[in-house]
């Protein structure tokens, strides 16, 4: 199975910034999602976009893709406290959704 | 629009002894998971169910069980609680399991096994 790795492990902003967070996979893809999980909560589905896209918007969401470098980037624009919370890339294995495998994620703290 | 709910939200084991987790989802979806996650390890599979009916071992099935009981519900039963299996468990749902369908998570289940 397949991960993504991301990249920084943790992220201290003040808020109003700009947060990026990295992730890096190992085999090829179709499509990857982004995922934010706020403490003590579940995680919630953010983006998905797809191998034939290099970048996809969602509101003050920034998504891109590499893939030739198998590398993805979330950009949080104008960042509020609410902000604050675990983000995941998951790229899918094999093509099934219920492959889907978690990494440890990037924890961005948003500071008021 | 309730999504994905489990119940219960905090349970409190002694080893040995045995408890089922709920989830029910109200999303019409035909796909059901059950993820562990521990502190530094991330989400892990446990079992999921591609449609009803199914149900296939994940990444970390040992110690567990299944049923979906209808489209809405799918159930993880633990018979012999160990500490190794205190975790928080999230169910999820998706409409299908093809790679471009997003899951919903529910809040989870904090378990704690003495």
């Known amino acids: 199975s397949q991960q993504g790795e991301e990249d920084p492990q943790a992220l201290s902003i003040q808020e109003g910034e700009n947060a990026t967070m990295n992730c890096s996979y190992k085999t090829s893809i179709n499509n990857l999602q982004w995922y934010r999980q706020n403490s003590g909560r579940g995680l919630v589905h953010l983006i998905l976009i797809r191998s034939n896209e290099r970048e996809k918007h969602s509101g003050r969401l920034r998504v891109t893709l590499d893939t030739s470098k198998k590398s993805s980037s979330l950009l949080i624009t104008a960042s509020r406290a609410a902000d604050t919370a675990s983000y995941f890339c998951v790229p899918p294995f094999g093509g099934s959704n219920y492959k889907l495998t978690f990494g440890k994620g990037t924890l961005l703290t948003v500071n008021p | 629009n309730a999504g994905v709910t489990q119940t219960p939200k905090f349970q409190v084991l002694k080893t040995g002894q045995s408890m089922t987790l709920q989830c029910a989802q109200d999303?019409?979806?035909?796909?059901m998971y059950w993820y562990r996650q521990d502190p530094g390890m991330g989400l892990r599979l446990i079992y999921y169910?591609?449609?009803?009916?199914?149900?296939d071992k994940g990444e970390v099935p040992n110690g567990y069980n299944v049923s979906r009981l209808n489209k809405r519900e799918f159930s993880l039963r633990l018979e012999s609680a160990a500490p190794s299996q205190t975790s928080v468990y999230f169910c999820a749902s998706s409409a299908g399991t093809g790679s471009y369908q997003p899951q919903h998570f529910g809040d989870g289940t904090r378990l704690s096994i003495l």
């Open positions: 169910s591609a449609s009803e009916g199914t149900t």
């Open positions: 999303m019409n979806h035909n796909s």
